[in-house]
């Protein structure tokens, strides 16, 4: 009986797979014109990382940039105490380079960011005050807990507020079942300038040549182009909760390897 299930299961995989389209490619995002646009990064260097070329096209697009930054930086207590002070101030000269100059800090614990009625609160009267066109937050599916965490208590509090903005996920330590790409090639060196300017952070690693070749192979997925391309990668959330919708499945999925890799 149980070879019996497993065979019409089997059956019923490979129908499906025959149904799949050849090489469906994730849809081309054009920057907005003139919007207002709100990125929350749970860490200095995570907004440039994950979506700097983005911001670099957004301001040539005249639109109103706003970052919030919501850990403290202090490295989860890796780094020396000066570390915070630091990082922020690596962060203005970084989304200056980006001709960005409105910031925000909200000093949450990093490395053991955890939600609360008080953040989602501060998070609330962001949004209602802010009215994004589009907003940026970091991925469910990331390796990084404070980004995962972060992630869903922004993405939750966005899908109960009744504005009208998209919200899109960003990518930094996992590649993300993106949905949409921006074409970046013609910020890239405004991308690498910014990524430089957090010596702290690539001091301990090279995220510098990490960043930019998940650009590079983002690019493969911009239509009709030849040469050296970059691209930038997101996932539309779905405004309505949706507990069976892609973003849940991230998450799912995002318990799932933290299961596997401890064993």
């Given at each position: 009986m149980k070879k019996f299930i497993a065979g019409q299961l089997d059956k019923q995989r490979q129908a499906k797979i025959a149904q799949l389209e050849l090489c469906p490619l994730p849809a081309l995002l054009t920057p907005v014109e003139g919007g207002k646009i709100l990125v929350f990064a749970p860490h200095p260097d995570d907004e440039v990382l994950g979506c700097g070329g983005t911001l670099?096209?957004?301001?040539?697009?005249?639109?109103?940039?706003?970052?919030i930054f919501v850990t403290d930086g202090a490295g989860a207590g890796t780094l020396?105490?000066?570390?915070?002070?630091?990082?922020?101030?690596?962060?203005?000269?970084?989304?200056?380079?980006l001709g960005i100059d409105d910031?925000?800090?909200?000093?949450e614990p990093d490395g053991s960011f955890r939600n609360s009625s008080t953040f989602k609160n501060k998070i609330h009267t962001l949004l209602q005050q802010f009215n994004p066109d589009w907003l940026f937050l970091p991925s469910m599916l990331d390796y990084h807990r404070d980004h995962v965490a972060i992630g869903q208590a922004i993405l939750s509090c966005w899908q109960h507020w009744e504005g009208p903005g998209r919200a899109f996920v960003y990518e930094?330590?996992?590649?993300?079942?993106?949905?949409?790409?921006?074409?970046?090639s013609s910020v890239i060196d405004l991308k690498k300038q910014a990524i430089s300017c957090y010596v702290l952070p690539l001091s301990h690693c090279d995220y510098l040549t990490a960043s930019i070749g998940l650009a590079s192979y983002r690019g493969l997925y911009l239509p009709g182009k030849?040469?050296?391309?970059?691209?930038?990668a997101f996932v539309e959330a779905e405004k309505k909760v949706a507990f069976g919708g892609i973003l849940q499945k991230m998450l799912d999925l995002r318990f799932y390897l933290e299961r596997l890799l401890k064993r």
């Amino acid at each position: 009986m149980k070879k019996f299930i497993a065979g019409q299961l089997d059956k019923q995989r490979q129908a499906k797979i025959a149904q799949l389209e050849l090489c469906p490619l994730p849809a081309l995002l054009t920057p907005v014109e003139g919007g207002k646009i709100l990125v929350f990064a749970p860490h200095p260097d995570d907004e440039v990382l994950g979506c700097g070329g983005t911001l670099a096209l957004l301001r040539q697009k005249k639109c109103t940039v706003k970052v919030i930054f919501v850990t403290d930086g202090a490295g989860a207590g890796t780094l020396d105490a000066d570390a915070p002070a630091i990082r922020r101030k690596e962060a203005m000269e970084s989304l200056a380079v980006l001709g960005i100059d409105d910031l925000a800090f909200l000093d949450e614990p990093d490395g053991s960011f955890r939600n609360s009625s008080t953040f989602k609160n501060k998070i609330h009267t962001l949004l209602q005050q802010f009215n994004p066109d589009w907003l940026f937050l970091p991925s469910m599916l990331d390796y990084h807990r404070d980004h995962v965490a972060i992630g869903q208590a922004i993405l939750s509090c966005w899908q109960h507020w009744e504005g009208p903005g998209r919200a899109f996920v960003y990518e930094i330590w996992s590649p993300l079942p993106a949905t949409r790409v921006v074409d970046i090639s013609s910020v890239i060196d405004l991308k690498k300038q910014a990524i430089s300017c957090y010596v702290l952070p690539l001091s301990h690693c090279d995220y510098l040549t990490a960043s930019i070749g998940l650009a590079s192979y983002r690019g493969l997925y911009l239509p009709g182009k030849e040469g050296s391309n970059y691209a930038e990668a997101f996932v539309e959330a779905e405004k309505k909760v949706a507990f069976g919708g892609i973003l849940q499945k991230m998450l799912d999925l995002r318990f799932y390897l933290e299961r596997l890799l401890k064993r």
